[in-house]
């Protein structure tokens, strides 16, 4: 490789030829203060915080180290008096139109431009001028934009870009600048999928998730409500990071403690239902090979990507499993089955569901989600608001000890804790359709070909003597190549596609916690916290969804088989063909 050497600072580094004085100094372990960089994703040079003073031996001048590409022998300076002055001044001139509301702001603590403005000793601006004056966006369940906190950035444009959904861009010029819809249009009127790609991104509070914890504590306060929450797959695997623990830190059993301190009468696991998924989802496939049924068969607990099929692939729903999420069908069991055996009136329970994502929100108050008649969960909060509920309760999260989840609906297997990674339901599917179709056990269970971080993986499995094709995506963006691929026919020949709308899977959620950019630069969030997911896997001693002893009740008890009228009634729904804009 073409190598050049550089000094940061006086640290000599070798780096390949095309790096930038960014990426040089990262390797010499400098970090260089950045608000609209995005690696990879948003490099546009827009901000102008990230400059410093590089000598390329005539003499040291002002340049953007994000884009700026390092040459042979390059002195780079990244912290002089001059490049602290100009980054003050930089961040004054932001301060000039924002509205500094730091006290009440959703991501007070959490904000880029605050902590920058925080180390650089700038506590407003010197500079006077028009200030424009933008009405907050509240049209959707999941988010609010405020930009009157913008800098913009375009960091969410980026996002929403990879999304391959696009609503979001510049609209007007110069002082005027705003981010938002074209032609003005609120949220709810474009064809958003409600993934939160952007709120992650977002480097202040202009992007923010729909607070929904007030209705939370409300719950718990009312003592004619039994009070229940599941919590999804992933969320053990993130929520720890809200209170600084390493990035992939199980936290399975402080979570299930900090539950019950708040106050919820029973705390069970979303994982009971991801199994029931799993059984349900493998027998509409066998079905559907059977009965000549539409294949490939894609999977349909990611409402993003439900949202994303909906608006851009309307003609191709019928692929889609008529599965419920998991976090529905918990809802759906909860207010019909265990509604029952614990003698309350479903119109008495408020179903919560903590999730790693933000279409969750939209998917409670989707149509046919109301197995008992009343909504099969009622508030959907994300890990980053569950944090902020146990910071208000002043629990010192850290020092809790590890509970297990209430019985039964908190029992699962290992297959249902890897659904939080892309490719866990479809390894999870594969474990099951294995014994089902070989009528074994198998205790061969990892399927590796699926594993992994790429947004867009193929497989071929060989079950019972026969290779089956399949395929998984996270992304808006691979979910287009992919459905754009069964438009042509289907060429690759798969039979069951996984799909979820956020890159990587549920543990890089749009509801998980927030790292600074500068981490999701340079470690791979997904790979680290999906590998919690996985070392749980193998650690557990039933690693099969048909083997839970909770699925294998429920279809005792309660359902009339696999895929019977009863628990078609209640775990199945149906998608609507949806239009892409609305003009107000
Ligand atoms: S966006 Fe950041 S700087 Fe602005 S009000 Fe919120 S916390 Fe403060
Ligand atoms: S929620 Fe997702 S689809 Fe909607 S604007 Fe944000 S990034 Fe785009
Ligand atoms: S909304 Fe946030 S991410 Fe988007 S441009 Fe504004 S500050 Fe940047």
């Known amino acids: 490789m073409d190598m050049l050497n550089v000094k940061i600072n006086g640290i000599a580094v070798s780096v390949p030829r095309g790096s930038t004085i960014l990426d040089a100094a990262r390797t010499a372990g400098v970090e260089i203060p950045t608000l609209c960089f995005m690696k990879e994703k948003n490099e546009i040079g827009a901000c102008r915080i990230c400059v410093v003073e590089a000598n390329e031996g005539r003499g040291f001048r002002v340049v953007t180290a994000c884009v700026y590409p390092v040459s042979e022998g390059m002195e780079v300076l990244t912290n002089t008096e001059k490049i602290q002055k100009a980054r003050r001044t930089t961040l004054e001139l932001i301060l000039s139109t924002h509205d500094k509301k730091c006290?009440?702001?959703?991501?007070?603590?959490?904000?880029?431009?605050?902590?920058?403005?925080?180390?650089?000793?700038?506590?407003?601006s010197t500079f006077e001028g028009f200030k424009p004056h933008y009405e907050l966006d509240f049209s959707t369940a999941h988010l609010v934009r405020d930009n009157n906190k913008c800098i913009l950035c375009r960091r969410c444009v980026a996002a929403c870009r990879e999304q391959y959904v696009s609503v979001i861009g510049a609209n007007d010029r110069g002082i005027d600048t705003n981010i938002g819809q074209a032609f003005n249009l609120s949220l709810n009127n474009t064809p958003c999928i409600s993934c939160g790609q952007c709120t992650v991104v977002c480097p202040t509070g202009a992007l923010t998730v729909k607070n929904d914890t007030d209705k939370v504590w409300e719950a718990l306060n009312d003592p004619e409500k039994t009070v229940v929450v599941q919590t999804a797959p992933s969320v053990r695997?993130?929520?720890?990071?809200?209170?600084?623990?390493?990035?992939?830190?199980?936290?399975?059993?402080?979570?299930?403690?900090?539950l019950r301190r708040l106050g919820f009468d029973k705390v069970f696991d979303t994982d009971f239902s991801a199994d029931l998924t799993i059984v349900e989802e493998a027998n509409e496939l066998v079905e559907r090979i059977k009965n000549g049924g539409v294949l490939p068969m894609i999977t349909s607990c990611s409402p993003g990507w439900v949202k994303f099929c909906e608006f851009y692939y309307p003609d191709m729903l019928k692929h889609l499993s008529t599965c419920k999420s998991p976090q529905q069908m918990a809802g759906a069991v909860i207010k019909t089955y265990w509604a029952q055996k614990a003698g309350i009136d479903p119109k008495n329970i408020v179903s919560v569901s903590v999730m790693p994502c933000t279409a969750k929100k939209f998917e409670i108050g989707r149509a046919d989600q109301s197995a008992a008649g009343v909504?099969?969960?009622?508030?959907?909060?994300?890990?980053?608001?569950?944090?902020?509920?146990?910071?208000?309760?002043?629990?010192?999260?850290?020092?809790?000890p590890d509970e297990q989840f209430d019985s039964p609906l908190g029992e699962d297997t290992g297959a249902?804790?890897?659904?939080?990674?892309?490719?866990?339901?479809?390894?999870?599917?594969?474990?099951?359709?294995?014994?089902?179709?070989?009528?074994?056990?198998?205790?061969?269970?990892?399927y590796h070909a699926v594993r992994g971080t790429a947004g867009l993986k193929e497989a071929t499995v060989n079950i019972n003597g026969q290779d089956?094709?399949?395929?998984?995506?996270?992304?808006?963006?691979?979910?287009?190549?992919?459905?754009d691929k069964l438009k042509a026919g289907n060429p690759d020949g798969w039979t069951f596609i996984e799909i979820m709308g956020c890159p990587g899977g549920c543990v890089n959620g749009g509801g998980q916690p927030i790292q600074p950019q500068y981490i999701r630069d340079t470690v791979d969030l997904k790979a680290v916290r999906a590998k919690a997911l996985y070392d749980q896997d193998a650690s557990m001693p039933l690693r099969k969804s048909h083997e839970s002893p909770v699925i294998k009740t429920l279809y005792s008890e309660w359902y009339d088989g696999f895929g019977g009228h009863k628990a078609h009634h209640d775990l199945h729904t149906s998608y609507v063909a949806r239009k892409k804009f609305n003009k107000e």
């Open 375 to 400: 909504p099969d969960v009622d508030i959907s909060i994300t890990t980053r608001e569950l944090g902020k509920m146990i910071e208000r309760a002043g629990l010192k999260f850290t020092a809790l």
């Open 416 to 446: 249902a804790v890897i659904f939080g990674a892309t490719g866990g339901v479809m390894e999870a599917a594969l474990r099951t359709a294995n014994d089902w179709l070989t009528g074994k056990d198998n205790t061969d269970v990892d």
């Open 468 to 483: 089956i094709k399949v395929a998984v995506g996270s992304s808006g963006s691979a979910a287009k190549v992919i459905m």
């Open 237 to 258: 695997a993130t929520l720890g990071e809200c209170f600084g623990m390493p990035i992939g830190t199980n936290v399975e059993g402080k979570m299930v403690a900090a």
């Open 103 to 124: 006290l009440s702001c959703e991501r007070s603590t959490n904000c880029e431009l605050q902590k920058l403005c925080l180390d650089y000793g700038v506590e407003d």
